[in-house]
């Protein structure tokens, strides 16, 4: 069974920095690529950062400089670096997988082809 469980959100002032992990288990996770989406109360959910099986990496605009997603295989474990946070990062962050992933696919900022989905974790930034 797949599972991805999300931590580290929490609430932070403006210019703080948080760090999210994503632990996977149910699959072959080098197999995988990754990435996190977030979703704000009202506003449909938006990719924020992408990995692919050789860990190349795609940003939506409004992160670029700020984070940085990562991945550890030998610990099935996915990331994301957030510097210099803002109000408007605030939202429910989730980690999607897609499995299967072929070996030549660039990172997906798309949530149509990821097929699990963890349960998010909320970051709240205040001015």
């Known amino acids: 069974q797949v599972q991805l469980v999300e931590s580290g959100g929490g609430s932070v002032q403006a210019g703080g920095s948080l760090r999210l992990s994503c632990a996977a288990s149910g699959y072959t996770y080098s197999s995988a690529c990754m990435a996190w989406f977030r979703q704000a109360p009202g506003k449909e959910r938006e990719g924020v950062g992408a990995?692919?099986?050789?860990?190349?990496?795609r940003y939506a605009d409004f992160v670029k400089g700020r984070f940085t997603i990562s991945k550890d295989n030998a610990k099935n474990t996915l990331y994301l670096q957030m510097n210099s946070l803002k109000p408007e990062d605030s939202a429910m962050y989730y980690c999607?997988?897609?499995?299967?992933?072929?070996?030549?696919?660039?990172?997906?900022?798309?949530?149509?082809?990821?097929?699990?989905w963890g349960q998010g974790t909320q970051v709240a930034v205040s001015s």
């Open positions: 990995i692919n099986r050789r860990s190349a990496t």
């Open positions: 999607a997988a897609m499995t299967g992933c072929a070996w030549y696919l660039e990172p997906l900022l798309g949530p149509a082809m990821y097929n699990y």
